[in-house]
Nanobody, 124 residues
Framework: RSSCRRLGGGLVQAGGSLRLSCVAS????????IGWFRQTPGKEREFVAYISVGGGLTDYVSSAKGRFTVSKDNAKNTVYLQMNSLKPEDTADYYCAASLYGTYYSDYNYYTFWGQGTLVTVSS
């Protein structure tokens, strides 16, 4: 289901930066939280970051803290994931998703709306 459009994926060198954008419909954006996940072949989908639509609360996976920043622009129905100091380990397909259950922000099973993802490749 193409419920969320993401922009900004691509190839970057280690130490570089990249910004992903998730443009959602008003209906989707009005959910409790917007989360970012990533997945590599053979691994479980991993929580990266989230932001609450109403209050702007955020959290990050430990490996991303201090490097990634999630933000939102309500007027544009857009959520951004700014990724700095990228590492080869960050290479993955990145997804943004929406959930009504803020309590379970790190569990992908509670997210209702998903896009197709965008590939981020960080070269060593």
């Amino acid at each position: 289901r193409s419920s969320c459009r993401r922009l900004g994926g691509g190839l970057v060198q280690a130490g570089g930066s990249l910004r992903l954008s998730c443009v959602a419909s008003e209906r989707i954006f009005d959910t409790s939280i917007i989360g970012w996940f990533r997945q590599t072949p053979g691994k479980e989908r991993e929580f990266v970051a989230y932001i609450s639509v109403g209050g702007g609360l955020t959290d990050y996976v430990s490996s991303a803290k201090g490097r990634f920043t999630v933000s939102k622009d309500n007027a544009k129905n857009t959520v951004y994931l700014q990724m700095n100091s990228l590492k080869p380990e960050d290479t993955a397909d990145y997804y943004c998703a929406a959930s009504l259950y803020g309590t379970y922000y790190s569990d992908y099973n509670y997210y209702t709306f998903w896009g197709q993802g965008t590939l981020v490749t960080v070269s060593s």
